[in-house]
């Protein structure tokens, strides 16, 4: 019970309490995707609505990309292409990359997708006067637009830009500028936040649906899903939300546990009661006086109140060190450390105080 009470609780306080560390793998603050007729918004009202909340545009980059459907013979429907200029990606991205004429690097923007063969052989298009064929230069793994961005999937092609240039020119595409925005504050910036989601929905509300394109047919999410801006504040909020739910929930059942310890251990002492006042008894008449049968006592309940306690300590300490492993090892994540030594710490002085009350009492019990 005590190994199950700290590894949980040491886990979902980890998981409250990491939400900023969390949200701050995102490389942007505020980002959203803006195509040919929806999340139409200037640069003038960008600033504008983050202004009227007191926060300032640091930084605003326009990313470029372009989608080509194309209808797949083996699975029997419309197969989305979705192509970067490797200028683009070097914008953003740490990972410096180069791109020769006629080939592309298979762009992976998540840790959790697998490679898609599809993407892996060369890719071969026809726009009715001519075969276009790219050759795979590399795979590269990055999560830039993560799970979190809906509008597009993990697969993407980095093409250089004259190739880029051509594709789009030759082939009947969809374009898209994803708005990449470093803000001031981001972390009162829900109101602002809300305020661009919602004026971008009015807009889009007045623009055909985008089930009347192929990605809005062939996307699960809906339309407000597709174009919702992501954002460090609302993932921040979900992040706290869900991590203090969860640990709401763990305390609870820590608490349940450690009465039922509590319940089990006094049982366990205080049910033979009479056994051990006739025991101790019997030692008085052959001299033990009343100190050395406190010291007695206090030592097998030290035992009784600690043994298992310092065994479960012990336990979650090596289940904590083996989670941390696949993310770098235990001494990379001191947020997971601080929190075990905390709820660690806390288990033990609660179960000191525990000893002193019931070690009090079991002795008033037995010598008077």
């Known amino acids: 019970m005590a190994m199950v009470t700290i590894f949980y609780s040491t886990m979902t306080l980890n ?10 793998e995102l490389p942007y603050d505020v980002a959203f995707v803006q195509t040919e007729t929806k999340n139409i918004i200037s640069f003038d009202e960008l600033s504008e609505t983050f202004h009227n909340n007191n926060h300032v545009i640091l930084e605003h980059q326009l990313l470029e990309t372009f989608d080509y459907f194309e209808f797949h013979p083996q699975w029997n429907f419309m197969y989305r292409y979705t192509f970067m200029s490797v200028e683009s990606f070097n914008q953003v991205s740490e990972t410096q990359l180069h791109i020769s004429e006629g080939k592309y690097i298979y762009w992976i923007s998540s840790t959790t997708s697998e490679e898609n063969s599809d993407y892996t052989e060369g890719l071969n298009f026809n726009n009715g006067e001519e075969n276009i064929s790219l050759a795979l230069q590399d795979i590269v793994i990055e999560p830039i637009f993560d799970y979190r961005f809906r509008y597009y999937n993990p697969d993407f092609i980095l093409v250089s830009e004259a190739d880029y240039e051509m594709l789009r020119n030759k082939l009947d595409v969809y374009t898209a500028e994803v708005h990449w925005l470093e803000i001031s504050g981001w972390k009162k910036s829900a109101d602002a936040v809300n305020e661009l989601e919602n004026k971008l929905h009015a807009k889009n509300q007045l623009t055909p649906k985008m089930d009347e394109y192929p990605l809005g047919q062939l996307s699960p999410y809906s339309e407000r899903e597709l174009l919702e801006p992501v954002s460090k504040i609302n993932e921040y909020n979900a992040s706290r939300i869900d991590g203090g739910l969860l ?10 546990f450690f009465f039922a310890t509590f319940i089990l251990v006094y049982l366990n002492l205080f049910t033979d009661i009479e056994q051990e006042r006739i025991k101790y008894r019997k030692l008085y008449k052959i001299g033990i006086t009343k100190k050395e049968v406190k010291k007695i006592v206090t030592k097998e309940l030290r035992i009784l109140f600690f043994l298992a306690p310092i065994i479960g300590i012990i336990l979650s300490y090596l289940y904590i060190i083996t989670i941390a492993q696949d993310s770098g090892g235990i ?7 601080i929190n075990f030594l905390s709820i660690g710490g806390l288990y033990l002085i609660l179960q000191t105080i525990y000893y002193f009350f019931a070690a009090r009492k079991f002795l008033n019990e037995v010598i008077h």
């Open 331 to 337: 001494m990379s994540n001191p947020i997971l450390m």
């Open 15 to 24: 998981f409250y309490s990491s939400a900023e560390n969390i949200v701050e």
């Open 247 to 256: 640990f709401f929930i763990s305390t609870f059942l820590s608490i349940l």
